[in-house]
């Protein structure tokens, strides 16, 4: 019974569901769970398109957060984190600028392997007032080195992330790209 009830991302009587973190939420942990595993759904990649108007930038000069795009044949590796359904109202509200969430199979290390469960993650797609789309690395970069608000730089935000994917073993050509530019334009 727990394995079918895990298939679909819940535990039995416990309403827990399974959330996909990709950017902040893979290091910047602070709501409760259950479980921690690290994770991966495919089909999408990490882009930097995502506006930050309340935590790495404000609405008269917004950061630049990542958000997941449909891409063929792309794995995003992040943490997924099985979590009681009340745990959502706080998160909402974290991920209120411009993300939704969506449902999606997400892979995560089992003992045995991997197993793809139901859960969801927060994707911010085009068509959000806050959406900046793609942009070439050197705009990127140059945007990112100028945005702070009230969560801090943004410039930490890609550093942080570059760090977890590190230690996650993750490969993110685009997050690695943009740390490298970052760490050349505003050395330590």
């Given at each position: 019974m727990e394995g079918e009830a895990m298939e679909h991302g819940r535990e039995a009587g416990n309403e827990s569901v399974w959330l996909f973190g990709y950017g902040s939420l893979i290091w910047r942990v602070d709501f409760p769970y259950r479980e921690r595993v690290r994770a991966a759904v495919r089909g999408f990649s990490r882009r930097f398109w995502q506006g930050s108007q309340d935590h790495r930038g404000t609405p008269a000069a917004p950061g630049r957060v990542v958000t997941l795009t449909p891409e063929a044949g792309a794995l995003c590796v992040g943490?997924?984190?099985?979590?009681?359904?009340?745990?959502?109202?706080?998160?909402?509200?974290?991920?209120?600028?411009?993300?939704?969430?969506?449902?999606?199979?997400?892979?995560?290390?089992?003992?045995?392997?991997?197993?793809?469960?139901?859960?969801?993650?927060?994707?911010a797609e085009?068509?959000?007032?806050?959406?900046?789309?793609?942009?070439?690395?050197?705009?990127?970069?140059?945007?990112?080195?100028?945005?702070?608000?009230?969560?801090?730089?943004?410039?930490?935000?890609?550093?942080?992330?570059?760090?977890?994917?590190?230690?996650?073993?993750?490969?993110?050509?685009?997050?690695?790209?943009?740390?490298?530019?970052l760490r050349q334009l505003a050395p330590p």
């Amino acid at each position: 019974m727990e394995g079918e009830a895990m298939e679909h991302g819940r535990e039995a009587g416990n309403e827990s569901v399974w959330l996909f973190g990709y950017g902040s939420l893979i290091w910047r942990v602070d709501f409760p769970y259950r479980e921690r595993v690290r994770a991966a759904v495919r089909g999408f990649s990490r882009r930097f398109w995502q506006g930050s108007q309340d935590h790495r930038g404000t609405p008269a000069a917004p950061g630049r957060v990542v958000t997941l795009t449909p891409e063929a044949g792309a794995l995003c590796v992040g943490m997924a984190y099985r979590i009681d359904a009340a745990t959502f109202a706080p998160l909402d509200h974290r991920e209120k600028n411009g993300y939704t969430r969506v449902r999606l199979p997400i892979e995560i290390e089992a003992d045995d392997g991997v197993a793809t469960v139901e859960g969801v993650t927060y994707i911010a797609e085009a068509g959000n007032e806050a959406f900046l789309g793609p942009a070439n690395l050197e705009q990127m970069a140059r945007h990112i080195l100028a945005s702070s608000g009230p969560s801090g730089s943004n410039v930490e935000y890609v550093l942080e992330l570059a760090q977890a994917l590190t230690a996650l073993n993750a490969d993110d050509p685009h997050v690695f790209a943009l740390e490298r530019r970052l760490r050349q334009l505003a050395p330590p």
